[in-house]
């Protein structure tokens, strides 16, 4: 493929044509009836199996107690209830997956540093709780987790399990907010923060693939690519019906603004900020099919929407005072990542244009 480019900072995660699973060409020898996606495209992305390990066992600190993130490093988070976390991209480039519990949530925040893109999965598969772990294959330069309880492989991006027992099974999906530490401290300052207590020996200081986040290379093969923006920007891409539209920062100002807009027959409501470094996507009908219309609020963080009955919204889309208070917005699957990586699953990818 052209502008692919393997560059030595990566060489320990490049023994693609290693292994005996693996051809003189370097493709898998996997059994193509085995798998929705093509066999020969599913890579061995160098650590092997756990070889980049998952933690099963996170602790987190206070907003108070963290001095290792910079105000623009970036975060997943995620809330349930009165309890809302966040896990940084310097502790998730060098694990991928967290496997927490969080009250009535069992959930795998899993994230692809090679694709920029994080999401949370439900850890209940037919009625029992199992982790996720890295099986080191990668498809479309993009993690394939594996279930513990059957060791079947999922594909991040096409939300589904993809080879081995569960193949063809959809993955239950939580949506994550991702923005940097600063914004996250404002939104919620009482929250807990993934601890570089990891149980791992790893040098969280340093981000492990060189210059990768910026430049226009891809250190794996993809079979689509898209040339109408930088590989590396970052959108906010939305999922219906395996079709995908995204969002640029571009879209909105610098203060919190909305954009309408309708996707698949979904009337969705998009709210982004520069300053703020976010995006978040929700439907604008909420499940009693009132559709409501929804403008910014300013400086409330972290409430982001008011709507035209009077309810105020938090970022995470709940209610958090007026007529609806306690009532949630219809959730869309999204996700933020690398612009290349949601044209390589979805080739037919629109981008809004306002």
């Known amino acids: 493929m052209k502008n692919l480019k393997i560059t030595a900072f990566a060489a320990l995660f490049l023994f693609i044509s290693c292994g005996k699973d693996d051809d003189q060409n370097g493709q898998n020898r996997f059994n193509p009836d085995d798998w929705l996606i093509p066999a020969n495209e599913v890579l061995d992305g160098g ?3 756990d070889g980049i390990p998952a933690i099963d066992n996170p602790i987190f600190v206070s907003v108070d107690e963290v001095t290792f993130l ?6 997943l988070g995620f ?10 991209h310097r502790i998730l480039n060098w694990h991928e997956i967290v496997n927490d519990d969080i009250n009535d949530h069992a959930v795998a925040v899993n994230y692809c540093p ?3 893109t994080g999401i949370g999965w439900g850890r209940i598969i037919n009625g029992t709780k199992t982790t996720f772990g890295v099986s080191g294959l990668l498809y479309n330069s993009n993690i394939i987790p594996y279930d513990r309880l059957t060791d079947s492989n999922w594909s991040q991006l096409l939300h589904k399990s993809v080879n081995g027992q569960l193949i063809g099974t959809e993955a239950q999906t939580y949506n994550l907010i991702e ?5 996250w401290k404002e939104l919620y300052p009482e929250s807990q923060i993934l601890s570089l207590n990891t149980g791992f020996s790893r040098n969280y200081d340093r981000y492990p693939y060189g210059n990768y986040q910026t430049n226009s290379t891809l250190l794996f093969p993809v079979n689509n690519t898209d040339n109408r923006m930088h590989n590396k920007e970052r959108v906010l891409a939305v999922f219906a019906n395996e079709k995908a539209r995204v969002y640029r920062f571009e879209s909105f100002g610098q203060d919190l603004s909305i954009v309408n807009d309708e996707f698949l027959s979904k009337e969705l409501l998009i709210a982004g900020s520069n300053n703020l470094n976010l995006m978040v996507a929700y439907q604008r009908e909420l499940a009693d099919g009132t559709m409501l219309t929804f403008e910014a609020v300013q400086n409330e963080l972290p409430t982001i929407f008011l709507d035209n009955e009077g309810t105020k919204w938090d970022v995470f889309g709940r209610a958090i005072s007026g007529p609806r208070e306690g009532e949630n917005l219809q ?6 990542g690398y612009w290349f990586s949601f044209a390589a699953f979805y080739p037919e990818l629109e981008i809004y244009e306002p």
């Open 179 to 183: 923005t940097t530490w600063e914004t």
């Open 47 to 49: 650590p092997g199996k």
């Open 70 to 75: 910079r105000e623009d490093d970036l975060v």
């Open 114 to 116: 090679l694709t920029g």
């Open 331 to 336: 959730a869309v699957t999204q996700m933020m």
């Open 79 to 88: 809330a349930d209830h009165d309890e809302v976390r966040a896990y940084s």
